[in-house]
């Protein structure tokens, strides 16, 4: 846990997929504190993995955790929010979430507990208040402002803005060094980005790699990747080549650049691929 | 055609074991222990009686012949996606085919489609996207005018397509259902064939995705049948089931012997009809 700004705490993820031997705390999880109240962003992999946050909270401040972020519906950032139920605290989602979980809790649920064993995750989470465009949380003295994102990693990203200490706490809107996943529009990603390059945050977090990078800066690797990869399925659409061919061909140029790169990038390519076709 | 309950659940029970889908695992990392102690429980004896029941389902005991110079079937062996597996199934130019079935041995219901071929089709190359639940023989049958079937296999490797939810959220999955495209994949010449690519927005919910809100699996709802005619002349029927990939994208011959009008016809178990027509050759829409 490191305090990436005054009252801004970030454990790093391991650059991994999930596996017994992590935990699932493969994403930058973390929590801010305001002068009356405490906000997690996000809550971690697994219920152990929400657990140690929680502790590392206690370690930090004995205020009152009163809202559980939950910046999209993918299991490393999400599973770990069973954790928090004593505490009793505002979930806080995209409006799209609720239908997100619905539709893939149990299947995220049986694959995690496949691999880390029964009652590692516990029943869905559902969030318990839901944002449409913006709102604010007042931790006292300390403002988060949300945005709810238009498709873009998911189609249920919500990122976090604590003016405070000018951080943009962008969860999976940004990936460095660890190869980001598409799972929401390829478009609709770098439009995001774009919004979020003109925010007056200097320093952002990412859902993956390092827990603090400097802003717009940080950004321009996944975009430089995203952009790559919109170019060169376009072109190989265009040239007729099958989508499991583009899969194998499509932004080969990016793979120095990135950890996990086999492990995602054929996926991005077949996302980007059937959301492009339609063009 | 639909599939049962208890099949449906002893089926997710069998996928179970495959990885996230996001973040995503790729098929290869699929290959952890449970996975590989649960394929390699079916040997090569159980997955030839699974064909040959299967054979005697679909066929009723008609011989089915080794179908090479007739039919060929191609897959990835390592399907990075299990819910969008491409298929491919070239046919020997000249063959005289009424139709040509396609069978997931594996998958809840292994019929994934069957084509037959009016006078307008150039059933020279097919392509499709399906869903693959768990390592399985998939098998292409030409069925001959006179009859006879031949037969082409490959084995595919990749699993959990079946479970996978559609998109992060079913109801948006409905929003554009119906809505289709059709790319001609080459030059229009009256009377010479030509290949186009239909793409179809539908979810095809096979039952097997569960809604964690309701607690139920959301219900299936999936095309069954695609009809395809050229100035009122039919290029092919399909009957498919729930094995077609969410957003369905089909590549077939056809030989326009003048400018004229493909028209679609797209039915799914819902009774929901879906028209479409594609002027020929302006082609898309």
Redesign the interface.
């Given at each position: 846990m490191s305090e990436v700004a005054p009252g801004l705490f970030m454990r790093r993820g391991v650059d991994e997929?999930?596996s017994a031997s992590n935990d699932d705390a493969?994403a930058n999880i973390g929590f801010v504190v305001g002068r009356d109240a405490v906000a997690v962003t996000d809550a971690g992999g697994s219920l152990s993995d929400g657990r140690r946050l929680r502790a590392s909270i206690r370690r930090v401040t004995p205020l009152p955790i009163r809202y559980v972020l939950m910046s999209h519906?993918?299991?490393?950032h999400v599973f770990g929010a069973g954790a928090f139920g004593a505490d009793r605290p505002t979930y806080v989602g995209h409006a799209?979430l609720?239908?997100?979980?619905?539709?893939?809790?149990?299947?995220?649920r049986?694959?995690?507990e496949?691999?880390l064993g029964k009652d590692t995750v516990g029943p869905?989470v559902?969030p318990t208040m839901l944002v449409k465009e913006r709102a604010e949380l007042d931790l006292g003295g300390r403002v988060l402002e949300l945005t709810a994102h238009a498709a873009a990693h998911?189609?249920?990203d919500l990122s976090a803005f604590d003016r405070e200490s000018s951080t943009l706490i962008a969860a999976d809107l940004l990936f460095v060094r660890r190869v980001p996943?598409l799972?929401?529009s390829l478009k609709g990603w770098l439009r995001e980005l774009a919004l979020l390059k003109s925010l007056p945050a200097r320093h952002a977090v990412p859902g993956h790699g390092p827990t603090s990078v400097k802003w717009p800066e940080g950004g321009r690797d996944l975009e430089r990747y995203l952009q790559v990869l919109l170019r060169g399925t376009r072109a190989a659409i265009k040239k007729?080549v099958?989508?499991?061919a583009a899969?194998k061909s499509v932004a080969l140029s990016e793979r120095g650049r990135w950890v996990l790169f086999?492990?995602?990038n054929?996926?991005n390519v077949?996302q980007a691929f059937?959301e492009l076709?339609?063009e | 055609m639909g599939v049962t309950r208890s099949l449906v659940l002893s089926m997710l029970v069998l996928g179970s074991a495959a990885l996230l889908v996001a973040p995503r695992v790729p098929a290869a990392q699929d290959d952890t222990a449970a996975i590989m102690k649960q394929h390699a429980a079916e040997d090569a004896a159980e997955r030839a009686a699974r064909w040959q029941s299967l054979q005697q389902a679909v066929f009723g005991g008609r011989a089915v012949q080794e179908g090479a110079g007739v039919i060929q079937i191609e897959t990835p062996e390592h399907a990075l996606d299990a819910a969008l597996v491409p298929v491919t199934l070239t046919l020997k130019p000249g063959t005289a085919v009424k139709g040509v079935y396609l069978v997931i041995d594996n998958n809840p219901a292994p019929v994934a489609g069957h084509f037959t071929f009016g006078p307008r089709a150039d059933p020279a190359v097919i392509k499709l996207r399906v869903r693959v639940n768990m390592y399985t023989y998939i098998h292409a049958v030409a069925e001959g005018v006179d009859g006879k079937l031949y037969v082409s296999q490959q084995f595919v490797k990749t699993s959990g397509g079946c479970s996978a939810p559609v998109g992060p959220d079913n109801t948006e999955a409905l929003k554009d259902v119906g809505l289709m495209k059709l790319h001609l994949l080459g030059t229009f010449k009256p009377g010479k064939p030509l290949q186009a690519q239909l793409m179809i927005r539908h979810p095809n919910f096979n039952g097997m995705q569960m809604d964690q809100a309701t607690r139920t699996f959301t219900p299936a709802r999936f095309i069954r049948t695609i009809d395809a005619s050229y100035d009122g002349a039919q290029v092919f029927h399909l009957d498919s089931d729930i094995s077609l990939s969410t957003d369905p994208v089909i590549t077939f011959g056809f030989v326009p012997d003048r400018q004229g009008t493909m028209k679609l016809l797209v039915r799914d178990s819902d009774n929901a009809l879906f028209n479409h027509s594609f002027d020929v050759p302006a082609g898309s829409g």
């Open positions: 997929d999930l493969i519906v993918h299991p490393d799209a609720p239908g997100a979980l619905a539709a893939r809790w149990e299947y995220y049986t694959r995690t496949a691999v869905v559902m998911t189609d249920c996943s799972d929401g007729g099958e989508i499991d899969a086999d492990d995602y054929g996926h077949l059937k076709e339609w | -």
